[in-house]
T-cell receptor, first 112, second 115 residues
Framework: DTGVSQNPRHKITKRGQNVTFRCDPI?????LYWYRQTLGQGPEFLTY????????KSRLLSDRFSAERPKGSFSTLEIQRTEQGDSAMYLC??????????FGPGTRLTVL | AQSVTQLDSQVPVFEEAPVELRCNYS??????LFWYVQYPNQGLQLLLK??????LVESINGFEAEFNKSQTSFHLRKPSVHISDTAEYFC?????????????FGKGTKLSVIP
């Protein structure tokens, strides 16, 4: 069990640029989740996959956000035309059926 | 929709003193309850959880939490804190049996243990 990994750990970009983050879940976990955490707040749910199917999306996930999990293993979260309000810590978590969500270290995005 | 309230944003406490971090939730259906801890510069780690059964749950490092359905609370307690307990603590819920697996978090409580 190597834990959930996320890359990159930090990303600085200019407003209007596209960014992509990667999450590698714990290998036997079939559920994968994305959350966003801003300063002074708890994490907020963005979206969730069971295997390769995206089953739930939050209203927070605007049209500029897209997430994929093409083979039911790793996942990517892309933000197009970044805005300063997108600056946050993006967290990935994974779980097996009916079990605890285990979180990765997060990717900190700063939009200048 | 469910919500989680952590009434205290910061809790300073002296080493070896007891501590209680408060968590209340709002939901019209049954919930599963969690406490996560975030140490400085680290990711979220599960501290303890309540799914069913005994309403008192314990962690391996001396924390405990009690599910109180009538009070809709899940307060976290430790009888004697250590410097190493300095961290931010998040209470979270999942609606049970609703087919949704999203965690709803509170805003967190920063515990500072003073030597």
């Amino acid at each position: 069990d190597t834990g959930v990994s996320q890359n990159p750990r930090h990303k600085i970009t200019k407003r209007g640029q596209n960014v992509t983050f990667r999450c590698d879940p714990i290998s036997e976990h079939n559920r994968l989740y994305w959350y966003r955490q801003t300063l002074g707040q708890g994490p907020e749910f963005l979206t969730y996959f069971q295997n390769e199917a995206q089953l739930e999306k939050s209203r927070l996930l605007s049209d500029r956000f897209s997430a994929e999990r093409p083979k039911g293993s790793f996942s990517t979260l892309e933000i197009q035309r970044t805005e300063q309000g997108d600056s946050a810590m993006y967290l990935c978590a994974s779980s097996s059926l009916m079990d605890t969500q285990y979180f990765g270290p997060g990717t900190r995005l700063t939009v200048l | 929709a469910q919500s989680v309230t952590q009434l205290d944003s910061q809790v300073p406490v002296f080493e070896e003193a007891p501590v209680e971090l408060r968590c209340n939730y709002s939901s019209s259906v049954s919930v599963y309850l969690f406490w996560y801890v975030q140490y400085p510069n680290q990711g979220l780690q599960l501290l303890l959880k309540y799914l069913s059964g005994s309403t008192l749950v314990e962690s391996i490092n001396g924390f405990e939490a009690e599910f109180n359905k009538s009070q809709t609370s899940f307060h976290l307690r430790k009888p004697s804190v250590h410097i190493s307990d300095t961290a931010e603590y998040f209470c979270a819920v999942i609606l049970s049996g609703a087919g949704s697996y999203q965690l709803t978090f509170g805003k967190g409580t920063k515990l500072s243990v003073i030597p």
